[in-house]
């Protein structure tokens, strides 16, 4: 079930991201409304994470699993990139989850 609980934080959080980088973009008041209304989401859906794993790996895992999300659509609907280091780096946070699937 937390995994359920994580997924909804990480879809909440990039609909978040998406609306508030259109609203830095195009200002239209009903962008930045929707972003604040997606992180009340994370919120509850954190909230509800908790009843079923420690703070700190239900914060791992949504971290992780936020970035590459966030980094797709900054990809797709942006057309971002990122350079050697960073790919790197979410490599080591994707090894650092896996590790974290044995507990």
């Known amino acids: 079930m937390v995994y359920l609980y994580i997924g909804a934080i990480v879809v909440s959080e990039a609909v978040a991201y998406y609306m508030l980088k259109n609203y830095s973009m195009h200002r239209h008041p009903s ?19 908790f009843a079923y794993k420690d703070i700190g790996i ?17 990809t797709v609907f942006f057309h971002e990139s990122i350079n050697w280091k960073e790919g790197l780096g979410i490599g080591f946070a994707l090894i650092g989850i896996v590790l974290l699937g044995g507990r």
């Not at 895992?61 to 980094?71: E, K, R, T």
Request: aromatic content about 14%; proline content about 0%.
């Open 31 to 49: 962008l930045f409304v929707a972003g604040v209304l997606c992180y009340a989401a994370v919120c509850y859906f954190l909230v509800r994470s």
């Open 58 to 74: 239900v914060n791992i895992i949504w971290s992780v699993v936020s970035i590459l999300a966030i980094l797709g659509v900054g």
